[in-house]
Protein backbone atom coordinates (compact mmCIF):
# COMPACT_ATOMS: atom_id res chain seq x y z
CA UNK A 1 0.00 0.00 0.00
CA UNK A 2 1.44 3.36 -0.88
CA UNK A 3 2.94 5.99 1.79
CA UNK A 4 0.26 9.04 2.48
CA UNK A 5 1.81 12.21 0.82
CA UNK A 6 2.25 14.91 3.06
CA UNK A 7 -0.59 17.49 2.19
CA UNK A 8 2.33 20.20 1.04
CA UNK A 9 3.34 17.67 -1.66
CA UNK A 10 0.15 16.41 -2.34
CA UNK A 11 -1.13 20.31 -3.27
CA UNK A 12 1.30 20.58 -5.26
CA UNK A 13 0.64 17.46 -7.65
CA UNK A 14 -2.77 19.13 -7.72
CA UNK A 15 -2.00 21.85 -9.04
CA UNK A 16 0.07 19.96 -11.66
CA UNK A 17 -2.80 17.60 -12.53
CA UNK A 18 -5.11 20.41 -13.14
CA UNK A 19 -2.69 22.64 -15.53
CA UNK A 20 -1.81 19.32 -17.13
CA UNK A 21 -4.32 20.14 -20.08
CA UNK A 22 -2.94 23.42 -21.16
CA UNK A 23 0.76 22.13 -20.65
CA UNK A 24 2.04 23.37 -23.97
CA UNK A 25 4.98 20.81 -24.01
CA UNK A 26 4.15 17.10 -23.67
CA UNK A 27 0.46 15.43 -23.34
CA UNK A 28 2.01 12.97 -20.24
CA UNK A 29 2.54 15.87 -18.14
CA UNK A 30 0.32 15.64 -15.39
CA UNK A 31 -0.65 12.37 -15.51
CA UNK A 32 0.13 9.31 -13.35
CA UNK A 33 1.78 5.75 -14.90
CA UNK A 34 1.03 2.63 -12.89
CA UNK A 35 -0.46 4.66 -10.11
CA UNK A 36 3.50 4.97 -9.00
CA UNK A 37 4.62 7.75 -11.17
CA UNK A 38 3.06 11.55 -11.63
CA UNK A 39 4.57 13.21 -14.67
CA UNK A 40 6.09 16.44 -13.23
CA UNK A 41 7.47 18.24 -16.02
CA UNK A 42 9.47 17.21 -19.94
CA UNK A 43 13.15 17.39 -19.34
CA UNK A 44 14.64 16.93 -22.98
CA UNK A 45 13.00 15.20 -26.44
CA UNK A 46 15.49 14.14 -28.92
CA UNK A 47 15.17 12.71 -32.19
CA UNK A 48 15.11 8.92 -30.56
CA UNK A 49 13.76 9.53 -26.64
CA UNK A 50 12.57 11.38 -24.02
CA UNK A 51 12.91 12.16 -20.71
CA UNK A 52 10.72 12.93 -17.52
CA UNK A 53 10.89 14.52 -14.27
CA UNK A 54 7.98 12.50 -12.52
CA UNK A 55 7.52 11.94 -8.69
CA UNK A 56 7.50 8.22 -7.34
CA UNK A 57 4.16 8.66 -5.16
CA UNK A 58 5.31 5.35 -2.83
CA UNK A 59 8.57 6.81 -1.44
CA UNK A 60 8.03 10.72 -2.46
CA UNK A 61 10.99 10.96 -4.29
CA UNK A 62 12.18 12.42 -8.09
CA UNK A 63 12.76 10.41 -10.74
CA UNK A 64 13.81 10.84 -14.47
CA UNK A 65 11.94 8.71 -16.69
CA UNK A 66 12.84 7.78 -20.10
CA UNK A 67 10.93 6.42 -22.74
CA UNK A 68 11.49 6.05 -26.61
CA UNK A 69 9.93 8.02 -29.45
CA UNK A 70 10.84 5.76 -31.99
CA UNK A 71 10.02 1.94 -32.57
CA UNK A 72 13.76 1.71 -34.63
CA UNK A 73 15.03 -1.68 -34.16
CA UNK A 74 18.20 -0.57 -33.71
CA UNK A 75 17.40 1.83 -31.16
CA UNK A 76 15.28 -0.18 -29.25
CA UNK A 77 18.51 -2.87 -28.86
CA UNK A 78 20.54 0.12 -27.55
CA UNK A 79 17.89 1.26 -25.34
CA UNK A 80 17.41 -2.09 -24.19
CA UNK A 81 21.32 -2.39 -23.31
CA UNK A 82 21.09 0.51 -21.65
CA UNK A 83 19.07 -0.76 -19.04
CA UNK A 84 20.68 -4.20 -19.13
CA UNK A 85 23.76 -2.60 -18.07
CA UNK A 86 22.37 0.06 -15.43
CA UNK A 87 20.25 -2.80 -13.65
CA UNK A 88 23.49 -4.50 -12.71
CA UNK A 89 26.05 -1.32 -11.87
CA UNK A 90 25.16 0.02 -7.98
CA UNK A 91 27.39 2.75 -7.29
CA UNK A 92 27.65 6.26 -5.54
CA UNK A 93 29.36 7.35 -9.31
CA UNK A 94 27.15 5.82 -11.51
CA UNK A 95 23.34 7.30 -12.43
CA UNK A 96 21.54 4.35 -10.56
CA UNK A 97 18.31 2.43 -12.29
CA UNK A 98 15.44 1.86 -9.96
CA UNK A 99 12.43 0.47 -12.23
CA UNK A 100 11.50 -0.30 -16.08
CA UNK A 101 8.13 -1.27 -17.29
CA UNK A 102 5.80 -1.58 -20.33
CA UNK A 103 2.69 0.61 -21.08
CA UNK A 104 0.60 0.08 -24.27
CA UNK A 105 3.62 -1.26 -26.18
CA UNK A 106 6.31 0.95 -24.69
CA UNK A 107 8.86 0.70 -22.50
CA UNK A 108 9.63 3.41 -20.05
CA UNK A 109 12.79 3.04 -17.88
CA UNK A 110 13.15 5.10 -14.56
CA UNK A 111 16.63 6.13 -12.90
CA UNK A 112 17.28 8.72 -10.17
CA UNK A 113 17.02 12.37 -10.99
CA UNK A 114 20.13 14.28 -11.08
CA UNK A 115 20.26 17.70 -9.68
CA UNK A 116 22.90 19.34 -11.49
CA UNK A 117 24.52 19.99 -15.02
CA UNK A 118 26.82 18.28 -17.33
CA UNK A 119 30.19 19.07 -17.56
CA UNK A 120 30.30 20.09 -20.37
CA UNK A 121 28.78 23.02 -19.61
CA UNK A 122 31.83 23.96 -17.47
CA UNK A 123 33.93 23.99 -19.65
CA UNK A 124 32.40 25.04 -23.35
CA UNK A 125 33.48 28.19 -24.59
CA UNK A 126 37.12 27.06 -23.86
CA UNK A 127 36.54 27.00 -20.16
CA UNK A 128 38.75 25.08 -17.64
CA UNK A 129 39.33 24.25 -14.49
CA UNK A 130 41.61 26.52 -12.13
CA UNK A 131 42.63 24.71 -9.17
CA UNK A 132 44.21 21.02 -8.44
CA UNK A 133 41.49 20.39 -5.58
CA UNK A 134 38.64 20.34 -8.55
CA UNK A 135 40.97 18.21 -10.87
CA UNK A 136 41.47 15.62 -8.41
CA UNK A 137 37.70 15.39 -7.48
CA UNK A 138 35.93 15.01 -10.50
CA UNK A 139 38.63 12.97 -12.38
CA UNK A 140 39.10 10.88 -9.03
CA UNK A 141 35.83 10.03 -8.97
CA UNK A 142 35.07 9.19 -12.52
CA UNK A 143 38.04 6.26 -11.51
CA UNK A 144 35.91 4.73 -8.89
CA UNK A 145 32.91 4.66 -10.70
CA UNK A 146 34.45 3.08 -14.20
CA UNK A 147 36.83 1.14 -12.13
CA UNK A 148 33.24 -0.24 -10.15
CA UNK A 149 31.93 -0.38 -14.19
CA UNK A 150 35.00 -2.23 -15.18
CA UNK A 151 35.05 -5.10 -12.22
CA UNK A 152 31.46 -6.11 -12.92
CA UNK A 153 32.94 -6.61 -16.70
CA UNK A 154 30.96 -3.07 -18.29
CA UNK A 155 32.87 -0.73 -21.18
CA UNK A 156 31.32 2.31 -20.80
CA UNK A 157 33.07 3.17 -24.21
CA UNK A 158 32.19 6.58 -24.72
CA UNK A 159 33.16 8.48 -21.98
CA UNK A 160 32.87 12.30 -22.63
CA UNK A 161 31.78 15.43 -21.13
CA UNK A 162 28.40 15.14 -21.70
CA UNK A 163 28.38 12.10 -20.53
CA UNK A 164 29.13 13.16 -16.98
CA UNK A 165 26.34 15.08 -14.53
CA UNK A 166 28.22 16.99 -11.44
CA UNK A 167 24.96 16.76 -9.08
CA UNK A 168 24.82 19.30 -6.37
CA UNK A 169 24.40 17.58 -2.94
CA UNK A 170 24.17 21.11 -1.05
CA UNK A 171 27.57 20.59 0.68
CA UNK A 172 29.13 18.75 -2.05
CA UNK A 173 29.71 18.22 -5.81
CA UNK A 174 29.01 14.55 -6.57
CA UNK A 175 30.15 13.46 -10.22
CA UNK A 176 27.72 10.89 -11.67
CA UNK A 177 28.43 8.80 -15.19
CA UNK A 178 25.53 8.03 -17.67
CA UNK A 179 24.57 7.29 -20.89
CA UNK A 180 25.63 3.76 -20.45
CA UNK A 181 23.60 3.51 -23.99
CA UNK A 182 26.67 1.41 -26.35
CA UNK A 183 28.15 0.12 -23.12
CA UNK A 184 28.58 -3.77 -23.57
CA UNK A 185 30.15 -6.60 -21.64
CA UNK A 186 33.86 -7.08 -22.15
CA UNK A 187 32.80 -10.71 -22.96
CA UNK A 188 29.96 -9.77 -25.32
CA UNK A 189 32.30 -7.51 -27.49
CA UNK A 190 35.18 -10.45 -28.14
CA UNK A 191 32.39 -12.02 -29.80
CA UNK A 192 30.24 -8.91 -31.55
CA UNK A 193 32.94 -6.09 -32.27
CA UNK A 194 34.38 -6.92 -35.72
CA UNK A 195 36.74 -4.29 -38.03
CA UNK A 196 34.57 -1.54 -39.64
CA UNK A 197 32.25 -1.34 -36.58
CA UNK A 198 32.77 2.09 -34.90
CA UNK A 199 31.32 3.40 -31.54
CA UNK A 200 31.81 6.59 -29.83
CA UNK A 201 32.38 9.96 -29.89
CA UNK A 202 35.71 11.28 -32.11
CA UNK A 203 37.81 13.31 -29.92
CA UNK A 204 37.82 11.18 -27.20
CA UNK A 205 37.47 7.49 -29.00
CA UNK A 206 40.81 5.20 -28.17
CA UNK A 207 42.70 3.69 -31.27
CA UNK A 208 41.06 0.73 -30.93
CA UNK A 209 37.64 2.48 -31.42
CA UNK A 210 38.81 4.33 -34.17
CA UNK A 211 39.75 1.19 -35.65
CA UNK A 212 36.53 -0.68 -35.33
CA UNK A 213 38.87 -3.62 -33.24
CA UNK A 214 38.13 -5.13 -30.12
CA UNK A 215 38.31 -2.89 -26.55
CA UNK A 216 38.85 -3.57 -23.16
CA UNK A 217 38.94 -1.52 -19.68
CA UNK A 218 41.89 0.45 -21.76
CA UNK A 219 39.94 2.10 -24.20
CA UNK A 220 37.84 3.66 -21.21
CA UNK A 221 41.79 4.56 -19.74
CA UNK A 222 42.53 6.50 -22.93
CA UNK A 223 38.94 8.53 -22.93
CA UNK A 224 40.11 9.39 -19.72
CA UNK A 225 43.28 11.03 -20.73
CA UNK A 226 41.67 12.61 -23.03
CA UNK A 227 39.12 14.23 -20.90
CA UNK A 228 41.39 15.06 -18.34
CA UNK A 229 43.44 17.08 -21.02
CA UNK A 230 40.14 18.68 -21.82
CA UNK A 231 39.76 19.71 -17.86
CA UNK A 232 43.28 21.03 -17.87
CA UNK A 233 43.76 22.87 -20.87
CA UNK A 234 40.08 23.69 -22.05
CA UNK A 235 40.27 22.01 -25.47
CA UNK A 236 40.88 18.47 -26.76
CA UNK A 237 44.07 16.58 -27.20
CA UNK A 238 43.04 16.81 -30.84
CA UNK A 239 40.57 17.84 -33.42
CA UNK A 240 40.41 17.23 -37.15
CA UNK A 241 38.79 18.98 -39.73
CA UNK A 242 36.13 16.20 -39.78
CA UNK A 243 35.56 12.94 -37.86
CA UNK A 244 37.67 10.87 -39.95
CA UNK A 245 41.07 13.40 -39.36
CA UNK A 246 40.41 13.38 -35.77
CA UNK A 247 40.30 9.60 -35.82
CA UNK A 248 43.55 9.57 -37.91
CA UNK A 249 45.30 11.82 -34.89
CA UNK A 250 43.85 9.43 -32.72
CA UNK A 251 45.71 6.25 -34.54
CA UNK A 252 49.00 7.98 -35.04
CA UNK A 253 51.90 6.27 -33.31
CA UNK A 254 54.27 8.92 -33.79
CA UNK A 255 51.68 11.94 -31.99
CA UNK A 256 50.75 12.54 -28.46
CA UNK A 257 49.13 15.34 -27.41
CA UNK A 258 50.40 19.12 -27.12
CA UNK A 259 52.48 19.78 -23.29
CA UNK A 260 49.36 21.41 -21.25
CA UNK A 261 52.05 24.20 -20.60
CA UNK A 262 51.63 25.38 -24.48
CA UNK A 263 47.89 25.79 -23.47
CA UNK A 264 47.93 27.09 -20.39
CA UNK A 265 50.97 28.12 -17.70
CA UNK A 266 49.53 27.84 -14.46
CA UNK A 267 49.24 24.37 -13.90
CA UNK A 268 52.25 23.02 -11.13
CA UNK A 269 54.34 19.72 -11.82
CA UNK A 270 53.26 20.11 -15.84
CA UNK A 271 55.59 17.35 -16.78
CA UNK A 272 53.82 14.77 -13.96
CA UNK A 273 50.82 15.91 -15.67
CA UNK A 274 52.44 15.46 -19.05
CA UNK A 275 53.22 12.06 -18.20
CA UNK A 276 49.75 11.04 -16.84
CA UNK A 277 48.13 12.37 -20.17
CA UNK A 278 51.06 10.64 -22.63
CA UNK A 279 50.82 7.24 -20.44
CA UNK A 280 46.80 6.90 -20.77
CA UNK A 281 46.89 8.08 -24.03
CA UNK A 282 49.75 5.67 -25.73
CA UNK A 283 48.39 4.70 -29.47
CA UNK A 284 49.57 0.75 -28.34
CA UNK A 285 47.26 -0.43 -25.31
CA UNK A 286 49.59 -2.68 -23.94
CA UNK A 287 52.05 0.23 -23.20
CA UNK A 288 48.91 2.21 -21.90
CA UNK A 289 48.16 2.62 -17.88
CA UNK A 290 46.44 -0.73 -17.73
CA UNK A 291 43.81 0.21 -15.56
CA UNK A 292 41.66 3.29 -13.95
CA UNK A 293 43.29 2.90 -10.40
CA UNK A 294 47.01 3.33 -12.09
CA UNK A 295 45.73 5.99 -13.83
CA UNK A 296 44.01 7.27 -10.66
CA UNK A 297 47.06 6.46 -8.45
CA UNK A 298 49.45 8.57 -10.68
CA UNK A 299 47.06 11.57 -10.47
CA UNK A 300 46.90 11.43 -6.63
CA UNK A 301 50.71 11.61 -6.45
CA UNK A 302 50.61 14.86 -8.54
CA UNK A 303 47.99 16.08 -6.09
CA UNK A 304 50.32 15.57 -3.26
CA UNK A 305 52.94 16.92 -4.65
CA UNK A 306 50.77 19.88 -5.47
CA UNK A 307 49.43 19.87 -1.62
CA UNK A 308 53.11 19.46 -0.60
CA UNK A 309 54.37 22.25 -2.52
CA UNK A 310 52.04 24.99 -1.87
CA UNK A 311 53.55 28.11 0.24
CA UNK A 312 52.54 28.14 4.22
CA UNK A 313 50.65 31.04 3.27
CA UNK A 314 48.13 29.67 1.09
CA UNK A 315 45.11 27.30 2.27
CA UNK A 316 45.78 23.66 1.99
CA UNK A 317 43.95 22.06 -0.67
CA UNK A 318 40.86 19.62 0.57
CA UNK A 319 40.11 16.96 -2.50
CA UNK A 320 36.06 17.02 -0.50
CA UNK A 321 35.47 20.42 -1.19
CA UNK A 322 32.57 21.21 -3.09
CA UNK A 323 33.20 22.93 -6.28
CA UNK A 324 32.54 26.78 -6.22
CA UNK A 325 31.44 27.34 -9.35
CA UNK A 326 28.62 24.50 -9.58
CA UNK A 327 26.94 24.79 -5.92
CA UNK A 328 24.13 26.32 -6.64
CA UNK A 329 22.73 24.92 -9.64
CA UNK A 330 19.63 25.22 -11.39
CA UNK A 331 17.70 22.35 -11.81
CA UNK A 332 16.30 22.93 -15.08
CA UNK A 333 19.84 22.96 -16.55
CA UNK A 334 19.73 19.56 -16.20
CA UNK A 335 20.38 17.84 -19.99
CA UNK A 336 19.34 14.23 -20.22
CA UNK A 337 20.01 12.91 -23.86
CA UNK A 338 18.20 10.06 -25.77
CA UNK A 339 19.77 6.99 -24.99
CA UNK A 340 22.04 5.04 -27.48
CA UNK A 341 22.09 1.52 -27.62
CA UNK A 342 20.63 -5.53 -25.85
CA UNK A 343 18.42 -7.41 -23.74
CA UNK A 344 15.42 -6.55 -21.56
CA UNK A 345 16.20 -6.07 -18.00
CA UNK A 346 15.29 -9.05 -15.91
CA UNK A 347 17.09 -7.21 -12.98
CA UNK A 348 13.45 -5.28 -12.81
CA UNK A 349 11.42 -8.17 -13.39
Known amino acids: MARAMSSALWGKLEEVRAGAGRHPVDPLVGSTLFDRYVILDLLGSGGMAKVYKALQISVERFVAIK ?83 HKAGIIHRDLK ?56 ERSDVYSLGALLYELLTGTVPYLG ?7 FAHCDQLRYPEPIESRVQFWPYPEQLNRIIKSSMETCKETRFQTVEQFKNELQSWYRNVSEGIDNSQTRLDITAPLPEIRSVDPTQLIMREGLATRPCPEFS
Not at 171 to 183: E, L
Not at 192 to 204: E, F
Not at 241 to 246: G, K, L, N, Y
Open 67 to 149: TLRTADPQTVVRFNNEISMLGKLKHQNIVHAFDCFYDAGKIFFVMEYLHGMELHELLKNGKHLTSAEDVMSIVGQLCDGLSHA
Open 161 to 216: PENVMLVDEGSSVRVKIVDFGIAKFEAELQQVTHAGVVVGTPMYMSPEQCMGEKID
Open 241 to 247: ADAQHTM
